[in-house]
């Protein structure tokens, strides 16, 4: 635990600047508030553009305006040097864009599951696939911009096990007590257990719920190669640590959705596993503690349930 405090310290020493990150932070806590009332993602973008292509521009600028801001703004601030005007820099922000845009829209395949399947193995079938999809939304292009790119970042962080296990496992403790107490809030029982068996099938409750958290976890994988992983340690020769505020900012707008706490926090959590990513060159570290929280908070809505 100590050597992740070093690092966060060395970061703060080093690196953190307060006026960019405070003038990024009041955006955001807007974007927040703002998201609370009109429901951008989950109203105007799914339901009203439900099935239609231009959901993937709808993606694509919720979730660019909050890159490219962040990154105006340590612009301005002559944090960035000239990586801002590269082309090298817009090839990469505006390809890992696309793929995130593109994996938030993807929906071609519910048609023809509930047109095979009967409702029974429908919706459990939907959800599952749905973490799934991250292999061919996520991991096959980013697999291939890495072997053409001839990237040597470990796939981004995923190969390099230099971590610290002792550490993440203290910060996952730390963070047990605030999973309960926001364990008795209405927004997250809303919200949590992301999934329920509501229909019957000949295959029991208990197996759908145990195979649904396992595809869960998995699909935090792709969460942490996209950013900690792309957006921070592939974009290192570019932004330098500056990589991790832009990278913060577009990860909270990604819980957009979600309790508008949750979304508050990940500004925070965000930027510490970007801080931990950029000094170790790693993302098993932030794949753990990822993974262990969603479980963590997916257990805590079911004994709410209890």
Known sequence: MRHLIGLIKKHYQEDFHWPSSLIVFIFLVAAIVINSYLDIEDYYIDKVWAGHPIRVLWFFLLFSVPYYLSCWVLHAYGLTGNAFLSRGFYARSVFILICMAFDSS?????????????????YWLLRCSNNLLTLFTIFLPLGIYYYLAK??????????RNIHWQGYLVLLACVAPLVAGASFTEGFQDAYPRYTP??????PGWIKVVVYELTYGLSFISVELIFRGFLVIGMLRILGPQA???????????????????????????????????????????????????????????????
């Not at 071609?108 to 193995?121: L, V």
């Not at 970042?153 to 190969?159: I, M, N, R, S, V």
């Open 106 to 122: 993807f929906s071609w395949h519910w048609e023809w599951i509930r047109s095979t399947f009967d409702m029974g193995y429908a």
């Open 151 to 160: 990237e040597r970042t470990g796939f981004y962080g995923l190969g390099n």
């Open 198 to 203: 509501y229909y019957t099938s000949d295959l």
């Open 244 to 306: 991790i505020l832009p990278m913060a900012a577009l990860y909270c707008v990604y819980h957009f959705g979600k309790p508008p706490m949750e979304a508050f926090s990940s500004i925070f959590g965000g930027y510490l596993l970007g801080i931990l990513a950029y000094y170790s060159r790693s993302i098993i570290g932030g794949i753990l503690l990822h993974v262990g929280l969603a479980w963590m908070m997916e257990l805590a809505a079911w004994l709410q349930r209890q």
